[in-house]
């Protein structure tokens, strides 16, 4: 495996693949504040050199976090279609990048090749690439998936309505129900991050959200994202779910100060097959970032945009119904401005989408990033373009109860109608039903919350 290589005159030697894989990222803050980034422009651009030369068996046999310690590398390997690998092995990362960006190269020749690559060498590919190359290589990739209702089809684009509040208000809550759903947004599903994790609190939620589905005949999901221990808690005492969530992250590390392993989402998602509400067979919701490991401390000296490939290598194993990065959510000490941001979230739908994952974005910032709307709008657009499957949908944009910035109901009506996109199949009836949407466009009536009385 070469390590090496020239540019003017200056030698640029590597010790390992994981520095390789560090240094050929885009400069994000939480790299440089781990010491593993690229020390100059130069640098960065030999990294990229050498990786674009290496075989991918040479990232094979190399993983970065080794098999025998981490769980995560041990789910990604032993998930792999060897005999896909096998075919592409002597391949060179610069090679599959010219494969995925061929004119020749749709839908099915890149479901079936992600199945044959490592989260690294996904990792890899990406940080050879442009903005334009991930943005056209997410645009060939479409993943569905069925819960209550099937996500992902072209030409859809949906939205989770989150109606957060700060004390976990039903009032206030189902409010920002209505409100959401009044301007098309829920389709994806109806998510309330709560403030109390109790499973009395929770299970108060779920049923308060299940029975005004009920009520109103909405054909979607709803979903409380309390940790998954306190969601299988509720579960079991009869709180109706459709859909389990949980925070991942790419190292086992990580997954451990978050309180998960592959034992729980395994007992979670059979007792979800077993006592959840939804049709299914796609019954868990990820949420995912780059930076989470560096804020943990559980990094294992890897960059944080390979870190977020591997969680998604380890997401695929369950089949989800919605996977998201929230990558500008925890602030500048991993995404230092609105370029990192735009930059980790085209990189992030790329990723997740080569996985086979029915991906979505959230391109969030912080009021302490310096970052704004405008690059959270620019964000939005570009991810809309690649094809991600879903957004947030916050009241106003701002999170009152995490306290962060988040796209707004209006901002995801304008990414509908901007490239003619329509609500998830199921939705969209029912919004004409309820005289919101006619022929794909919202009518004079979006925003009425007095359609629900």
């Known amino acids: 495996m070469k390590l090496a290589c020239v540019i003017r005159k200056q030698t640029y030697q590597f010790g390992s693949l994981r520095e390789v894989l560090a240094k050929a990222s885009e400069e994000k803050s939480g790299d440089r504040m781990s010491k593993l980034g690229a020390e100059s422009a130069l640098e960065r651009m030999a ?12 990232i094979y046999e190399n993983p970065v976090i080794p098999y025998e310690t981490d769980e995560v590398t041990r789910i990604i390997y032993d998930d ?10 002597n391949w060179t990362v610069g090679e599959l990048r010219e494969y995925i ?84 947004s829920g389709d994806a599903v109806i998510g309330i991050n709560p403030n109390n994790d109790s499973v009395e609190s929770v299970t108060k939620l779920l049923k308060m959200t299940h029975d005004f589905m009920q009520k109103w005949q909405i054909p979607t999901q709803n979903c409380v994202l309390a940790h998954i221990t306190t969601q299988m808690q509720a579960l079991r ?51 995912t970032g780059q930076g989470s490991e560096v804020s943990l401390e559980s990094h294992e000296g890897v960059d944080m945009q390979t870190l977020e ?62 970052a704004d709307q405008n690059d959270q709008e620019i964000a939005g657009m570009l991810t809309t373009l690649g094809g991600a499957n879903f957004y947030m949908g916050v009241p106003g944009g701002d999170d ?37 949407m006619e022929n794909g466009r919202l009518t004079e009536r979006a925003g009425d919350l007095t359609i629900f009385d």
């Open 47 to 58: 990294a990229k050199v050498v990786l674009s030369e290496m075989r991918l068996s040479d």
């Open 80 to 89: 792999l279609n060897l005999s896909i690998y096998d075919e592409i092995k």
């Open 101 to 184: 960006l061929s004119f020749s190269s749709g839908m099915p020749e890149l479901t079936r090749i992600g199945r044959g690559l490592t989260s690294e060498m996904i990792a890899a590919t990406a940080k050879l690439m442009s903005s334009i190359d991930l943005v056209m290589a997410s645009q060939k990739m479409r993943h569905q998936a069925y819960c209550n209702t099937l996500i992902g089809e072209p030409g859809r684009l949906a939205f989770r309505c989150q109606p957060n509040h700060p004390i976990d208000d039903p009032d206030g809550i189902l409010a920002s129900i209505k409100e959401g759903l009044s301007y098309g």
């Open 237 to 287: 005492v009869g709180a109706p779910i459709s859909l389990m969530f949980q925070s991942l992250a790419g190292s086992q590390r990580a997954n451990d100060a978050f309180g998960v392993s592959k034992d729980i989402l395994d007992e979670a998602m059979e007792l979800m097959l077993r006592k959840g509400t939804a049709t299914g067979p796609n019954v868990m919701y990820f949420e």
């Open 309 to 370: 490939a591997r969680t998604y290598g380890f997401c695929r194993h369950w089949k989800p119904f919605m996977v998201n990065n929230v990558s500008g959510f925890i602030g500048p000490e991993t995404l230092y401005d609105g370029r990192q941001m735009i930059r980790a979230d085209l990189e992030d739908l790329f990723m997740g989408k080569l996985h086979g994952l029915p991906m979505g974005i959230a391109p969030t910032y912080t009021n302490h990033m310096h």
């Open 400 to 436: 009152v109860m995490l306290s962060y910035q988040d796209t707004s109901f209006h901002d995801d009506a304008s990414y509908r109608e901007l490239l003619g996109l329509r609500p998830l199949r199921e939705f969209e009836k029912w919004l004409e039903k309820m005289e919101i």
